[in-house]
């Protein structure tokens, strides 16, 4: 399985924006898939997560209510609607494949490169 990200830029405290991740391989009823995110200096921390069957989701406290995790087993993708961004929020966002939605980052088995949120206040 290959993850690539896009959607990532630069825009300002308040806007929106929505990430984008996209599978080569198969990743209808086998993996649970993630968003994780890492600030320069900082360690890989867990955004959100969403189940193999999309009916279960799980998020950070620092993002509930601001951002949505969703799937699209049809399409192999995986997306982060992010609302009400904050400077906070600017990192290198990255997806992930693992069996289970859970919060740990060892957790997952296929990462994707990255793709660069900037938020300016």
């Known amino acids: 399985v290959q993850l690539v990200e896009s959607g990532g830029g630069l825009v300002q405290a308040g806007d929106s924006l929505t990430l984008a991740c996209v599978a080569s391989?198969?990743?209808?009823?086998?993996?649970?898939l993630a968003w994780f995110r890492q600030a320069p200096g900082q360690e890989r921390r867990f955004v959100g997560a969403?189940?193999?069957?999309?009916?279960?989701?799980n998020y950070a406290d620092s993002v509930k209510g601001r951002f949505t995790i969703s799937r699209d087993n049809g399409k192999n993708a995986l997306y982060l609607q992010m609302n009400n961004l904050e400077p906070e929020d600017t990192a290198l966002y990255y997806c992930?494949?693992?069996?289970?939605?859970?919060?740990?980052?060892?957790?997952?088995?296929?990462w994707g490169q990255g793709t660069q949120v900037t938020v300016s206040s």
């Open positions: 391989g198969r990743l209808v009823g086998t993996y649970a």
């Open positions: 992930a494949a693992g069996p289970a939605p859970l919060g740990k980052a060892n957790t997952y088995t296929f």
């Open positions: 969403v189940s193999r069957s999309t009916s279960g989701t």
